[in-house]
């Protein structure tokens, strides 16, 4: 064999060769072409998801705050309604000690009010003005609400 005849054959391997190569090469950036295909649009998904996931945070968060706000609402509205209830005379104060032990029992048995009971019997005993606004107002301030 020539020289060059085998120049023509280590060529024609090379060229077999490169063209395998390039064959594969060609099928690889295909596949990664697919792939970054897919990560592009897992990555618009999920910041489709995540976007969405943080709008319903947020959203829970506000209903979260307004169902506090209607049920400390409600709770005031119970407060007010057990000091008119528990005025038995219909005088509109509470000016003997049935009717504050009547108020005591009634705001123990509101769910999800804490207040002294000692606190609530002094402040009204020790009052000047034992009208049913009075005492509102002034155990407006006492409720804990929880």
């Avoid at 280590?10 to 090469?25: D, E, I, R, Y």
């Avoid at 506000?62 to 400390?72: C, G, L, S, V, Y």
């Avoid at 104060?93 to 002094?122: A, T, Y």
Wanted: net charge negative.
């Amino acid at each position: 064999m020539s020289a060059l005849e085998e120049c023509v054959n280590v060529w024609s391997g090379l060229a077999f060769f490169t063209n395998k190569q390039h064959a594969s090469l060609v099928n690889t950036l295909y596949r990664l072409h697919h792939v970054q295909d897919d990560f592009d649009n897992l990555a618009i998904q999920s910041g489709k998801n995540i976007t969405e996931m943080h709008q319903l945070a947020k959203e829970y968060s506000n209903i979260q705050k307004e169902t506090k706000a209607m049920n400390d609402t409600i709770k005031m509205q119970k407060f007010l309604t057990a000091i008119i209830r528990s005025d038995t005379n219909h005088n509109f104060q509470l000016d003997s000690p049935q009717e504050i032990d009547m108020l005591v029992w009634r705001l123990k048995s509101i769910g999800g009010i804490k207040f002294d009971e000692q606190r609530l019997r002094d402040s009204i005993h020790n009052s000047d003005k034992k009208s049913l606004s009075s005492i509102y107002k002034t155990m407006s301030g006492e409720i804990e609400m929880t």
